[in-house]
C-alpha cells in the first residue's frame, strides 16, 4: 500500500497513478489520495483517472469522479467533459452523456464547444436515438455553432447504422463539393458498414474511389475489408488486397492485419497460404500476440498438420506470451484429433501444472480417450474431474456416454445414466439420444422405448435424432408397421419428423419391396411441408431401378433435376446400373458422359457398372474400352472389376482372355476371391477349358490350386470337375458338380517336404490326374521333380516320379503330354 507524505500535491498523485498499470489498483490510490488532508485534485489527475476508468470499462465509477469534481469546485476544460460524455455515449447510456452536456458549465465550469455536441450526437446515434440526433444537429445550426467535419462524420455514421448507404454516400460528394475535404474516417465509417451489410463489391467501389480522391487509406480500412471478404469465403479477393497492402508503401499491416488473414485462411481452408503469411512475419521480425499463434495453431490443426501446429505451439511457449486455456485447449484437441494420445496426456499435465484447465479441456480429452478407445484412460479422467473441483456439465455427459456406447459398453453407458439421475439430475437430449440408438444397434429395442417413456416423463424436450434412431432400429428388424406409426405419432408428441426422418422410412420401405407404401410415404411428406432432398430422390430411384420400373426411374430423375438440385455420383450410379440392367447402354453411356455437368466425377463403382452393362448385351469391345479408360482417368480395378471382367469374357467364350485379367489381376495383388473361382469353374463346366493352375495368397497363407474335369463319354453333362489345393505338402480335392457349401476333401500327403522357397505347381490331367512340379530351389541345384498321380482315393495317393536337368523355373503353369513325355511351363 502506498504511504503519501504529509504534504501531498496533484503532481505527486499523477506521477503515480501513471506509475501504476492496473486500473483497479490505480483507481484505490486516486481513493485513498482523496481522503488525504489538506488535499484537493487537479484537473490533470482527473482526467487522467476518467481516461483509466474509460479504458478499463469501469464506468460505474465514473459518476463518482465527476460528483468528486463538482464538489471540489475544480475548474475543468473542455476535454475533461468530452471524455465522460464519450464514456457515457460509448456505454449505451445517453442520458448520462446528456445530463452531464446540460451541466457542463456547473460541473466542470466550462461551456459545451463543437466537440462537445459531436459528442453528444455520436452518443445519441450510438443509443440509435435518430430523432435526438436529428434534434440536436437543427440546433447546432441555429446555435451560431459551425459544425465541422466530425459532425458530419457523426451524420455519416447515422445514416450507415440506418442502412442508408446511398445518403452517406451523398454526405461525402456535399463534403467533397463544400470544400470540407473527407478524411479516412468518414470513409471507412462508410467501408466498415456496407461491409457488415455483406456488400462487399459496393464497399470495395467505396474503397477505390476513396484512393482516387486522393484519401491515403489506412491499416483499418484494409482490415476491415480483408476480414469482410475472408468471413465472405472470398479468399482470393482477400489476398488481393493483401498484395495491395504490402505493396502501398505509405501503410504497413500491424497484428490486427496478420492476425486476420491468419484466422481467415485458416477458415477458409488455405493453410498454406497462412503459412507463408506466418514465415514473412518471421523473416520481417513482426509482433505477434496470442491470438496469432491460437490462429496458426488452430488453423494447422484443422487440416490434421498437428507437427506443424505442435511446432508453432512450442515457439508461443518460448516466447514467454501467456498462452491462455483457449490456446491450450486448441493444441489439446489438435492431438486427441490425430490419435497422439501419449502427447495429449503429456500436455495435460503440463496444462495441470499451469493451472489452465476448465471443463472444456476435459470434455475435449475424454472425448479423444473415447474415440481411439482408451475406455481405462477416458473413466480414468471422468473420475477425477469431481476430485480436482470440476463439475461435469451436458457436454461432459454426452461425450462420456456417446463414447462408451460407441466402443459397445452400453450397460457402462446406462450405469452413468443411472448415477446422474440418482443425485436428480438429468442427461440432456444429446446422451439419451446415443444410449436409445445404440440400444436400438443391439437390437434391444423394448430397453430403448422403455427409455424414450421415462425421459419424455422427466420433461426431457425429445427432438427428432431420438426418434430417428429408434425407428432405424425398428426397421433393422422388419417392424414397418411399427415403424410408420413412430412417423405418425412423432407430430402428435410435438416433435415434428425432418426430412431424415422421412427418408430412414422411405429406404426401409423401399428394400422391403414396399413401393405403393413408400408413395404414401412421399405424399405425407410433402403435405407436411418437407421437399424431398438428394437422399430422398436416391431412394425412390433405386426402388424403382430394382423392380425394373426404368421409364418411371427416367421421368424421376427428370423430376429431380427440375427442383435445381445437383445430383451426386451415387444418384448417377443408382440410375446407371438401372439402365444397364435392362440392356440401356446407350443411355447409360450418355447418362455418365453428362456427369461432369453436375460437377460429378465417375468413381469405380460407375466404371464396374458401365462394364457390366456392356456384357449384358455382349459388348465386350465397349467393356474393353472402359477398362482402358478407367485405367487413364487413374482408377485402379479392384477385385470386383475383375470378376466383372471375367464373368462378362467367360459368358461371352472368351474364357482365355478371361484367363490373362485373371493373371493380371495375381500381378497387382489382388487375390480372387470365392466368386472368381465360382467364375473360372462355370467356365470350365460350359466351354471345356481343360486346365487351370495358379499361386495365390489366401489368409496369409502360400496355397496352389489345380482346376479340371474328367470327361466321362464326351459329353458336358458327363464331366465333373476337379479343384484341387496344394498346402503345407498335402493335397486335398473337391470333384462335384456344385461349388456353394462344398468342402475340401482330407489332406492326401504329397512325397517331398518343400521349403518356403521352393516353387511347387499343381495341374491337372485327364483321367483324374494330378501333375505335381516341384523345382529345387537352393543355391546351385539344376533339378526339378515332377510327380503324376495314377490313383487318388479317399485318403491315398498313388503316382510315379520323373526327374529332370535344366528345370522349369518357377512357373504359375504347366501343360503335360505323357505320350510324347513333354513338359512344358
Known sequence: MVVFPKSLSPKHV????????????????????????????????????????????????????????????????????LSVIKTYGKNSMPDRALDVFQRMSEIFGCEPGIRSYNSLLSAFVEARQWPKVESLFAYIETAGLTPNLQTYNVLIKMSCKKKQFEKAKEILNWLWEEGLKPDVLSYSTVINEIVKAGDLDDALKVFDEMSERGVEADVTCYNILIDGFLKGRDHTKAMELWERLSEDASVYPNVKTHNIMISGLSKCGRVDDCLKIWERMKENEREKDLFTYSSMIHGLCGVGSVDKAESVFNELVESKVFIDVVTYNTMLDGFCRCGEIKKSLELWRVMEQKSSVNTVSYNILIKGLLEYGKIDEATMIWKLMPAKGYTADNITYGVYIHGLCVNGYVNKAL??????????????????????????????????????????????????????????GLIRESRL???????KEMAKN???????????????????????????????????????????YSSLLSGLCHDGKINLAVDLWRQFLKTGQKPDVTMHNILIH???????????????????????????????????????????????????????????????????????????????????????????GIAPTVVTWDILVRAVLAFGFWRLSCDVCLLGSDMSYALGYEDKGGSRSCRAYKFLRFIDHCVDMRSKTTFYGESFGPLMRLPFDAAYHNPVTLSCVREEKLAVLFTHDEAGSEEFEMWITTKIEAEEVSRRFLRGINPLISCNCFFIDEEKKVAMG
Open 578 to 668: 438401372g439402365l444397364c440392367s435392362v440392356g440401356k447402354l446407350d443411355d447409360a453411356m450418355k447418362l455418365a458422359a453428362e456427369m461432369e455437368r453436375w460437377s460429378c466425377v465417375a468413381n469405380l463403382v460407375t466404371y464396374n457398372t458401365l462394364m457390366e452393362g456392356c456384357f449384358v448385351v455382349r459388348d465386350v469391345n465397349s467393356a474393353t474400352v472402359i477398362w482402358g479408360y478407367m485405367y487413364k482417368k487413374g482408377w485402379q480395378p479392384d477385385v470386383i472389376s475383375y470378376n466383372i471382367m471375367l464373368s462378362g469374357l467367360c459368358m461371352c467364350g472368351r474364357v482365355g482372355h478371361a484367363i490373362e485379367f485373371f493373371d493380371d489381376a495375381r500381378s497387382h
Open 415 to 472: 450405469e452413468v445414466m443411472k448415477e446422474v439421475e440418482s443425485r436428480g439430475k438429468h442427461l440432456d437430449v444429446y446422451a439419451y439420444s446415443s444410449i436409445i440408438n445404440f440400444l436400438c444397434k443391439e437390437r434391444r429395442l423394448e430397453e430403448a422405448s422403455e427409455l424414450l417413456k421415462e425421459i419424455s416423463k422427466h420433461g426431457v424436450e425429445i427432438n427428432s435424432h431420438v426418434i430417428n434412431g429408434l425407428m432405424s
Open 14 to 81: 499523477l506521477k503515480l497513478l501513471k506509475s501504476e498499470k492496473n486500473p483497479r489498483a490505480a483507481f484505490a490510490l486516486f481513493d485513498t489520495a482523496t481522503r488525504h488532508p489538506n488535499y484537493a485534485h487537479s484537473a490533470p489527475v482527473f482526467h487522467h483517472i476518467l481516461r483509466r476508468l474509460a479504458e478499463a470499462r469501469m464506468v460505474a465509477q465514473v459518476s463518482r469522479v465527476v460528483d468528486l469534481i463538482k464538489s471540489q469546485e475544480c475548474k475543468c476544460d473542455e476535454d475533461v467533459a
Open 481 to 487: 408397421s411399427d415403424a410408420s406409426f413412430l412417423l
Open 494 to 536: 410435438g416433435c415434428r419428423p425432418t426430412v431424415v426422418s422421412y427418408n430412414i422410412l422411405i429406404d426401409g420401405l423401399r428394400k422391403a419391396g414396399k413401393f405403393s407404401e413408400t408413395s404414401a410415404v412421399v405424399r405425407d411428406m410433402l403435405e407436411n411441408g418437407w421437399k424431398p432432398d438428394l437422399r430422398t
